[in-house]
């Protein structure tokens, strides 16, 4: 069965920073490119950052560039993002999700982890 | 960026009621418009993709169409199971963005 498990969410002060984590099972992570979302309460989905397969290729949202930093480790199956200088507007649930060999749609999705920036 | 408007933001119809999501774009996204489901406690569920390209294993009472900036997920004869929330996406350029989402309640 595909999964995606996400992890390393919690509460961290305005400035500070925390690193969320995407575990993949289920199928080969290396042949897949990786997405990051997130989602206020009462809001919409915003896309974030994706990854390419061998990492040669990353792309962000103005919003969180320079700020947010997308990796992954296939061999251990991991995408990760390090969220740095956090704000209280990043306060949301975040999301990995794998995306379709037809660009940029998604076919799983992992149940999302709360990040909440507060004092 | 491109501007999704989704709507209606509310909708309640029975079981066995046929009901449509609207989803307009600032700018012509051709024919790349996707739709989720997403309920409580699960993830989210790709619906259509290419405005009207039902994904695998998903029930053919769900329906896509639209081209350029208007599209619509129809559902008909709706089952219990199809109530919650549903966004569209469009997948023509980046960044991707969403609809602000329908939710879809029992009557």
């Known amino acids: 069965e595909v999964q995606l498990v996400e992890s390393g969410g919690g509460l961290v002060q305005p400035g500070g920073s925390l690193k969320v984590s995407c575990v993949a099972s289920?199928?080969?992570?290396?042949?897949?490119?990786i997405h990051w979302f997130r989602q206020a309460p009462e809001n919409g989905i915003e896309w974030l950052a994706y990854i390419h397969t061998d990492s040669r290729y990353t792309h962000y949202a103005e919003t969180v560039k320079g700020r947010f930093t997308i990796s992954r480790h296939n061999a251990k199956n991991t995408v990760d993002m390090q969220l740095s200088s956090l704000r209280s507007e990043d306060t949301a649930m975040y999301f990995c999700?794998?995306?379709?060999?037809?660009?940029?749609?998604?076919?799983?999705w992992g149940q999302g982890v709360m990040v909440t920036v507060s004092s | 960026d491109v501007q999704m408007t989704q709507s209606p933001y509310n909708l309640a119809a029975s079981p066995g009621e046929s009901v449509s999501i609207n989803c307009k774009a600032s700018k012509n996204i051709i024919k790349y418009l996707a739709w989720y489901q997403q309920k409580p406690g699960k993830t989210h569920k790709l619906l259509i993709y290419d405005g009207s390209t039902l994904q695998s294993g998903i029930p053919s009472r769900f329906s896509g169409s639209g081209s350029g900036t208007d599209f619509t997920l129809t559902i008909r004869s709706l089952e219990p199971e199809d109530f919650g929330l549903y966004y569209c996406q469009q997948h023509n350029e980046y960044p991707l963005t969403f609809g602000s989402g329908t939710k879809l309640e029992i009557k």
């Open positions: 999700a794998r995306e379709m060999p037809i660009a940029a749609i998604f076919d799983s």
């Open positions: 289920g199928f080969t992570l290396s042949s897949y490119v």
